[in-house]
């Protein structure tokens, strides 16, 4: 396959271009410049990520302001991140929405100690509900916390985390959700695997195309699929609304 003139195997997720890179450097340093409140504290959660060791696959500045300007578009209270790394997105939606609170699961205790750190530098870790466990452990009861009313129903989330679970999470959080809540699901498209036959045994795949098709058929939802360039790789996003 190529693209713009590259060559590259679908099984190369972060495939790059020069050019996907500097278009998003171009429109990220005007829209959001350095002068902007949250610009330190987004870059010092990302370089004490890097520092104490979390692997580099947090959102790009791009898509993380994305999210957080949907947050804003759709005034929503209550938003959820699944797979909170070093709380990167977590602060992007917090910081450019101040009425809003983010609950966010993380499985990996290192990683969500460093979120936390994060959080708190950026001044919004009161905003923000941490939790440790598997999502498929934690989901469930954040759905009853919803049910009893202790919290309200969530107007986003976003699910960036164990591939072959995309279609169990998606699943669970559409009865947690508002109508006209977004929910977005990362890394579906994988620089063109989703539609690669060879690559149909690979976990990423399999879990792209299984939510992809479930979300066809359930009348609870609609979707679309976004194809997305930028500064890490060719990529996309599930976009699935809540009817």
């Known amino acids: 396959m190529s693209v713009n003139g590259v060559a590259f195997t679908t099984s190369d997720m972060y495939v790059q271009h020069p050019v996907w890179t500097a278009v998003d450097a171009y429109t990220i340093s005007n829209l959001h410049p350095p002068s902007r409140p949250n610009s330190a504290t987004l870059i010092h959660a990302l370089k004490n990520s890097r520092d104490q060791g979390l692997p580099d696959i947090a959102s790009y500045p791009v898509i993380g302001k994305f999210f957080a300007l949907q947050c804003r578009a759709l005034r929503v209270k209550h938003a959820l991140e699944l797979g909170t790394l070093g709380g990167y997105t977590s602060i992007w939606l917090a910081s450019e929405n101040p009425g809003l609170h983010v609950t966010t699961i993380e499985v990996n205790p290192h990683h969500r100690n460093v ?129």
Not at 134 to 148: N, Q, T
Not at 184 to 210: P, T
């Open 115 to 243: 979120a936390q750190q994060n959080l708190e530098h950026a001044g919004v870790a009161d905003r923000v509900d941490s939790r440790l466990g598997a999502g498929l452990d934690v989901l469930p009861r954040l759905g009853k916390e919803i049910a009893a009313g202790e919290k309200p129903r969530l107007g986003f989330a976003y699910i960036d985390a164990d591939k072959n679970n995309n279609w169990n999470y998606l699943d669970q959080l559409i009865d947690m959700c508002e109508p006209g809540a977004v929910i977005f699901v990362d890394n579906i498209v994988a620089g063109g695997g989703l539609v690669d036959e060879a690559q149909l045994g690979d976990v990423m795949v399999s879990g792209a195309r299984e939510v992809v098709e479930k979300v066809g058929k359930d009348g609870r939802v609609e979707g679309m699929v976004l194809q997305t360039v930028g500064e890490k790789s060719y990529d996309g996003i599930l976009m699935v609304v809540v009817n």
